[in-house]
Each structure stands twice: as structure tokens, then as C-alpha cells.
């Protein structure tokens, strides 16, 4: 029996979630035992023909050419995850959903006529359907691994949709925002990244996107409490998932309250 | 009322001695000299938490904390005291029943399976500082885990624990054990227990064992006899300890008052404000929720399976065939508040809260437990009323 076939595919994006399975170092060797590496433009230039059975999708649609792409991906892919904060949800580029996208242009680029990009930073599942999405900025090798496994092996990924509160517990992490009036965006976080930030004392800022029920509402009240402005905390809630619904709903409640 | 429920003036229990602050260290050495790691409180990050102590100057000399509804602070006492703190942000549960703990192995060979149960020498763990309210709740987890199904990763660690338990001398703004009968003085399950004597420059300790373990320890100790007006001056202490709860919960006729209100408006606005991160369920000393983790290597040859901390506040908790029965956020928080203050005396014979007030204290929105029972009995009272 052959080996089910992975492709790595890479849209708008910094390469850093596809870099996670690179960074996989002590089980990469598992990894490349189990399955054929058709398509890994950070690790070979070698691009091997369809169906793919897994395709790994990082980087979120912000051209025309994009949004046609994907959808030859989808065709061709038969369990189809996206990986990071960008696949997810449009990632940090998109912040120019909320602006004119046609002014950036005109300041970044020489010639704006030869730039065709799209007013919008979408997620890959606005467009195809996804199977599975795994969030993140970067993502967790970890979780990576976890759903490569259960990919191989027939179950559902065990990623747990759960705040990082859980994570800080875990490791014995003191609660910044109790403790010390940090603001945290942790309780509407999902969990994955281990609580890295309030381990050294920093407040969440929301990697991994909106918790499975996150109650934004009473997270933004309690934020105001700490006496973080308005423009701070539309600020926080859009840096890398800023257009996940739940964090965007927020952000631009907090707008139209201005 | 307080003070004539103080062990000091029981009959039978073993006399109690006094050990001098200058002679504190002699009771961690004779700890370790016996084979255990003691544990206790210290300062790490100016946040005062369990962790391992060596000596005496581990503890957080000199430092006490403020507690109120999501609001935790560190600050300087006037004295040197080494137990002037009300309660650290984690509980002893990390050790008893720790956050991550793998449960067994498994490998496939030949078409064959074998399971190799997990097995790890215990640690044999002193634990320095327990307060009545955490030893109340040892108590309880001890009936959840050693109950009808025992759980032997529990038991292994658990039946070589030695508590050295301190009575606490003063309340914090979240504290309400008066209210559910735990506090403020250990009445009985320690190896040891100290009450801290501070008056001037005359730095002291009364302590007594409350087992054998406990009097094997004390025999090796530098001890003077104490006099009856260390007795007095400890349950003095301890009364106005008792008197200065930050809350307090009425907690008369509590299993029918929940089980009559299931849909209290009080639920919608109390989930209104619930973040949902699990944070309350997280610090109970007395929260239990697991869930089982199986991690299978990328061949599937062998798996390793975790148990780990889980909380009834996330959805997968009750997550059953089609979906999680609790979706909302209301039925969650409803589920944890009636299962910790009524079903849990169904399940267990007692309440599932100790009334440390950590959920208080830490949950990030400062929900108040106390607040939410107050405020479901005093408008259902006002309903009928009318």
C-alpha cells in the first residue's frame, strides 16, 4: 500500500505555519515515513501530480488569481485543513478590511496598475469547504502533529476549543489579569500555544483566535475596567485573528460606540 | 462561639508545645531527614504560590495578600510573619491529583496488544501551610477519589502525604468557611498543626500532632510546653479570624433553593458576565473534571493515555453522541454552581464548596459565588412575596 499523499500549499502568508512541520524535528522522520510529501514549497521545489489525500493550506485569499487557486486545490485534495491565523481568518492582512485598500496601493507600489488584489483578506473556508481548521499565529507543531495523526489513523483531531485559562492552570501560571491588571485576552482565546505569554507575564494576544464560546462583551467590559482605551482595545482585538467573527463583531461594536 | 469550638481547650487531644520562630528550620530538616519533599508557600514574581521550600526563608516572610472579586494583590505586613497570607492562587490539588497525568501505555506487536499501567514512584510530598478551608477539601476530593470507584494514581500519591496544617489567624475579603463549616481552625486529618504567635519581637509557633506520624516528627523538635495563655492567645486569634470573613454564604435550605430555581433570571446575568474560560473550575480545590487524552505514535505501534484537567465550563465536557448537552453558557455555569453547592451533598454526602473563595478571587470578572445564591434567595423571596 502507498503511502496517502500530503501537500503543503501556501497563499497569502509568512510561511511560518508551514514552517512548524519543518520544525517538527524529532518526528519528522515519522512523519516522512508514514506519508509522501507531494507539495512543501518551504522544504523542495518538486511538486508532485494529484489527488492529494491531505492538503495543508496556510495563507489566507487576497487576489482574484487566489481565490481561483484554491479552488483547484479543493478539486484535487480530499481532506483539506488550513493552518494558521491567515487560512483561518484572514490573518494580520486582514486589517485591510477595514481599510481602502486602493490608498495602500497607490503609497506602496510604483506602478498601482500592475497591482490586481482583492479590497478583502478572506479565510480559505470563505471560499471552499475546509475540513478542518487549525488556528494559530503560528500554529502549534504539537497540534499539527496531532492532526496529521488523527488523519492517518481515521479520528477526529483531539485540538481542544476550550481559553488558554485552561493552559495557565495547567502549568501553575499565576492570572496576569487578576494579579497584576493585565489585560489578557486569554479567557476568549482558544488554547494551543501552551500559554506561552502570561508564563512570562504578558497578557494573551489572541494567536489562536476566539475560544469556543467566547464572551467577548463581557471581556471588552472588563478590559474598559482596567481602564484600557477604545483605539487600545479595537487594536488588540485586531492583530492576528482581527476578522474571526467573534473578535470582529467586537472590534467594530467598539467602533460604531465611538 | 468560636472560640469554645477551638481544639486548644478539647479534651484528649495531645498537649500542645511551643516551637520558637528561630527554631522553625529544625521542622523542615526533621521532614526531610524522614524522606518527604516539603512543600509550601513562596514568593515567585511577587505572587506567593505552593512550590518546594528548603528552609524557612523560602516562605513568604513578612508578605500578606488582598483578595476581592477578580482582584489579587501582594503587599508588605508590618511583622515577619512566615504564614501572614490568606490562601496562594493555586491549591494543593495540583499535587494531590496533578494537572497532567499519564495513565498507561500500550503497544501492538504480532497482531497482539499489551497495556503497561504507568508506574511512577510517588513522591512523598510534606505539605506546609494547609489551611482548614484546603484540608476540608482533601477531604472531599478523598471521598471522590477513594470513594466507590478509588483511583490508585490518586492513592498512591495521597496515602503518603504528611500536612502540616496552620490555622489562620486572619480572614481575606473572599474568604466565607464560616459559612460552610471549614474553618478557620483545623479541627482534625493534619500530622501537624501550628498556630503563628506574633507579639513583638516574641516570634513563636504552638503546635501540636494529630497522629503518630505527626508525634514521631514533633519528638525531634526543640519544644517548650506551652502555657495556657498561648492557648488563649491562639483561639483569641482564630475567633477574630473567624469574625472577619470577607464573605459569607447562607447556605439554609440551599439543594432546594437551587433545584426550585432553574430558570432564575439570575442564570441569564450571571452568564451575561461568565468569560466561559473555566477559570473558577481551574483553582476549586475540590473540582475533579478530567478528561482522558490518547496520544498514538504517527504508526500506530504504540499510545500513550493522558488524563488531564478538564472543566464542566467547556463544550466538549458534555459532549455526547450529536453534541454537547450544555451549550449554553447559562446551563454551564448553572451546572457548576447547583453540582458544587447541592447535588455534590446528593453525590458525596457534603457540599462540594469549602468557602476558600478562589473562584471569587480569580475568576478575571469577579463573579461571586456568594453574590449569585444571595441574589436567587433574596428575589425568590421577593417572588413570594407577592
Redo the contacts between chains.
Keep these: 500500500m502507498t503511502n496517502p499523499k500530503l501537500a503543503v500549499w501556501k497563499f497569502a502568508s509568512c510561511d511560518g505555519c508551514q514552517l512548524s512541520l519543518l520544525d517538527a524535528e524529532d518526528e519528522l522522520l515519522a512523519v516522512a515515513a508514514a506519508i509522501e510529501i507531494a507539495n512543501f514549497p518551504e522544504a523542495s521545489r518538486e511538486v508532485l501530480p494529484g489527488p492529494y489525500q491531505l492538503s495543508l493550506v496556510e495563507g489566507s485569499i487576497t487576489t482574484p488569481h487566489d481565490a481561483e487557486r484554491i479552488q483547484q486545490v479543493r478539486d484535487e485534495s480530499e481532506f483539506l485543513i488550513t493552518i494558521g491565523a491567515c487560512a483561518t481568518a484572514g490573518g494580520i492582512q486582514a486589517l485591510r478590511n477595514w481599510s481602502d485598500v486602493a490608498e495602500f496601493t497607490r503609497a506602496v507600489y510604483a506602478t498601482p496598475a500592475f497591482i490586481d488584489t482583492l479590497d478583502t483578506s478572506t479565510a480559505i473556508a470563505d471560499h471552499v469547504t475546509v475540513d478542518f481548521e487549525l488556528p494559530g499565529c503560528p500554529i502549534s507543531k504539537q497540534q499539527l502533529l496531532e492532526v496529521i495523526n488523527a488523519f492517518l489513523h481515521g479520528r477526529r483531531p483531539d485540538i481542544p476549543g476550550y481559553s488558554v485559562c485552561l493552559e495557565c492552570k495547567r502549568r501553575g501560571t499565576t492570572c496576569v489579569m487578576v494579579a497584576a491588571g493585565t489585560p489578557c485576552l486569554g479567557p476568549v482565546t482558544q488554547a494551543g500555544c501552551g500559554a506561552l505569554c502570561p508564563a512570562y507575564d504578558r497578557g494573551c494576544y489572541g494567536c489562536f483566535g476566539p475560544a469556543e464560546s467566547a464572551n467577548l462583551e463581557s471581556l471588552v467590559a472588563e478590559w474598559s475596567r482596567l481602564d484600557v482605551d477604545k483605539p487600545t482595545l479595537i487594536r488588540a482585538l485586531r492583530t492576528y485573528n482581527g476578522y474571526a467573527p467573534a473578535f470582529r463583531v467586537a472590534s467594530e461594536q467598539l467602533e460604531d460606540s465611538r | 462561639m468560636t472560640a469554645t469550638r477551638s481544639v486548644y481547650g478539647r479534651e484528649g487531644m495531645t498537649a500542645a508545645s511551643v516551637l520558637d520562630r528561630h527554631d522553625f528550620d529544625h521542622l523542615i530538616s526533621a521532614l526531610t531527614e524522614e524522606g518527604y519533599q516539603p512543600i509550601g508557600p513562596i514568593l515567585e ?3 506567593i ?1 505552593y512550590g518546594p521550600i528548603g528552609s524557612s526563608s523560602d516562605l513568604p516572610i513578612g508578605k500578606t495578600d488582598l483578595h476581592d472579586g ?4 501582594v503587599i508588605d505586613r508590618q511583622d515577619y510573619a512566615l504564614f501572614g497570607y490568606n490562601l496562594p ?2 491549591s494543593w490539588k ?1 499535587y494531590l491529583f496533578p ?2 497525568t499519564l495513565l498507561w501505555s500500550a503497544n501492538r506487536s504480532n497482531g497482539s496488544f499489551t497495556v503497561q499501567p504507568a508506574i511512577e514512584e510517588p513522591p512523598r510530598l510534606a505539605l506546609i501551610g494547609v489551611r482548614a478551608c484546603e484540608l476540608a477539601a482533601i477531604a472531599i476530593q478523598d471521598r471522590v477519589f477513594t470513594g466507590t470507584h478509588p483511583d490508585p494514581h490518586y492513592l498512591s500519591i495521597r496515602e503518603r502525604v504528611f500536612i502540616v496544617g496552620v490555622n489562620c489567624v486572619q480572614a481575606g475579603g473572599t474568604c466565607f468557611c464560616v459559612s460552610m463549616g471549614t474553618g478557620p481552625e483545623l479541627s482534625d486529618g493534619y500530622d501537624l498543626v501550628l498556630t503563628e504567635l506574633i507579639e513583638g519581637d516574641d516570634h513563636r509557633f504552638l503546635i501540636r500532632s494529630g497522629t503518630a506520624a505527626g508525634g514521631e516528627v514533633l519528638s525531634r523538635l526543640p519544644l517548650v510546653p506551652a502555657v495556657p495563655s498561648d492557648c488563649s492567645n491562639a483561639e483569641g486569634l482564630i475567633a477574630t479570624a473567624a469574625d472577619h470573613m470577607g464573605r459569607s454564604l447562607d447556605t439554609d435550605g440551599i439543594q432546594q433553593l437551587l433545584y426550585e430555581n432553574p430558570e432564575h433570571p439570575r442564570w441569564d446575568a450571571v452568564a ?8 473558577c473550575t ?2 476549586c480545590p475540590t473540582c475533579f473534571c478530567s478528561t482522558t ?2 496520544r ?5 505501534s504504540s499510545a500513550d493515555r493522558w488524563r ?4 464542566c ?4 465536557y458534555s459532549y455526547i453522541h450529536g453534541g454537547a448537552i450544555r451549550s449554553s ?1 447559562k446551563a454551564r455555569y448553572r451546572q457548576w454552581m447547583t453540582h458544587k453547592l447541592a447535588t455534590w451533598i446528593d453525590q458525596f454526602g457534603t457540599s462540594g464548596c469549602v468557602g476558600c473563595g478562589r473562584c471569587i ?5 469577579g463573579i461571586d459565588i456568594t453574590r449569585e445564591v444571595q441574589a436567587i434567595r433574596t428575589e425568590e423571596a421577593s417572588h413570594a412575596h407577592r
Design positions: 514574581g511577587g505572587r504560590i477578580g482582584l489579587y494583590r492562587s493555586d495540583q494537572p497532567r451575561s458576565r461568565c468569560l466561559q474560560c473555566a477559570n481551574m483553582v487524552e490518547d498514538p505514535s504517527l504508526d500506530g488531564t484537567w478538564d472543566s465550563f467547556s463544550l466538549d453558557a478571587t480569580w475568576c478575571p470578572v
